[in-house]
């Protein structure tokens, strides 16, 4: 079993940042595509940033240019530096990986439990 666990998220005021990372633990080979959403009270959960094992990133048109994507696969760790939020930025963010364990020969897709965002106008 692989566990994502997601930490940095708090309160902040618009135009501040935070920076949120997201550890795997487990019986994990490697990690492929690492990701975050987010979801809104009321709205779907939207992709915000992904990036490959290579580091081919892409962003919401939202966040893009504001948010940055990066990873450390040496620490299975994903990271998102989140720089001018704003209130629009609220959200319950999410991280996503798809692993390949140590004892499969495919990949599974893992979700983290979320950490709160929350931008005050």
């Known amino acids: 079993q692989v566990q994502l666990a997601e930490s940095g998220g708090g309160l902040v005021q618009a135009g501040g940042s935070l920076r949120l990372s997201c550890a795997a633990s487990g019986s994990i080979r490697s990690i492929n595509d690492m990701d975050w959403y987010r979801q809104a009270p009321g709205k779907q959960r939207e992709l915000v940033a992904s990036i490959t094992k290579g580091r081919s990133t892409n962003y919401a048109d939202s966040v893009k240019g504001r948010f940055t994507i990066s990873r450390d696969n040496a620490k299975n760790t994903v990271y998102l530096q989140m720089n001018s939020l704003k209130p629009e930025d609220t959200a319950v963010y999410y991280c996503?990986?798809?692993?390949?364990?140590?004892?499969?020969?495919?990949?599974?897709?893992?979700w983290g439990q979320g950490t709160q965002v929350t931008v005050s106008s």
């Open positions: 996503h990986g798809r692993v390949r364990l140590t004892v499969a020969l495919r990949e599974y897709d893992y």
